[in-house]
């Protein structure tokens, strides 16, 4: 692990996040990257404090009354190739404040990189899609960007950036802000998943193929993540290259209420549930963030002792004993393995939250571990009375 910032080289990106080859001459919307995953917090102020010492993000970039933004304060923060973008109202009419009532704390953009911002809208709109913001330049003394944003699930939203003729520390508008370099606990986002309404899975899925040209990776469906309690379904899409990847969920019919829609309740409607954080060293993160107050869900011990999976994992770089004591979670297919571990929640509502994963050439989800996860969560539902 380093103590830098720097972006993370292509072929650490390949161990990191799973990339494959593809060929983007054929591809109608060509991604690059995810650019930002960006929030709305009901105090950004606190909430960027809160990734920079819980989540060993640095402080890269602020814009806010003092750089001659009255409405909100926005912090931008690196860890490796991720970027998070922290938006909060400052001006009583902001209509952050008014996003913020309805949802919460939560994600309102997963913005992409893309080399050509027009081509990409002018097929999403050929595509049907609904076009927020029509491609246009924002430059400053560092250079011009294209922007557009086209709409994604709930008040979700998919801004689209060309930043190959930018030099700036984020977009124009934004100041530099040297924070504190912290100790990166991680190197690039690796998915962010959607949760959409009870048959809304197909139509989004769709979207995305038809739209974004995403293709459909591994798909979970019924029985494969239903606990006796809980159900839900999942399909995964991803840009041409895999780096950007998007699985969505919906609420299957289950005895009781599922974790989907306890989210769907308390966001009011769809939204992004978690974002999964690509690490090199499961370990050392689990350990620095608990340290630094981070609450994970925890694991029985008999996932640990079950011999059936001891014999599915075989051999992982981490003795078995030593996942057991971080609670960190384990799963293999044909290609490799991943370790992961999920947050709790980190708002106030029984919404987003964030998985930490070490990919040794999976390219699932950990589609073994679902029953063991949902378990773990319907413990804390339980607990919140939201079972
Ligand atoms: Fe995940």
Redesign the pocket.
Known sequence: MTDTIDDVTFDQMRQLVGLVDYDETKDPFPVKAMDAVVFVAGNATQTAWFYQHAFGMTLVAYSGPETGMRDHKSFVLKAGSARFVINGGVAPDSPLHDHHRKHGDGVVDLALEVADVDQCIAHARAQGATVLEEPHDVADEFGTVRMAAIAAYGETRHTLIDRSRYSGPYLPGYVEKAGRPRKRLFQAVD?C?GNVELGKMDYWVEFYNRVMGFVNMAEFVGDDIATDYSALMSKVVSNGNHRVKF?LNEPAIAKRKSQIDEYLEFYDGAGCQ?I?LATNDIIGTVTAMREAGVEFLDTPDSYYDDPALRARIGEVRVPIEELKRHRILVDRDEDGYLLQIFTAPIGDRPTVFY?LIERHGSLG?GKGNFKALFEAIEREQERRGNL
Do not use: K, L, N, S
């Open positions: 998915h998943v699985p978690h999964a998985e989800f």
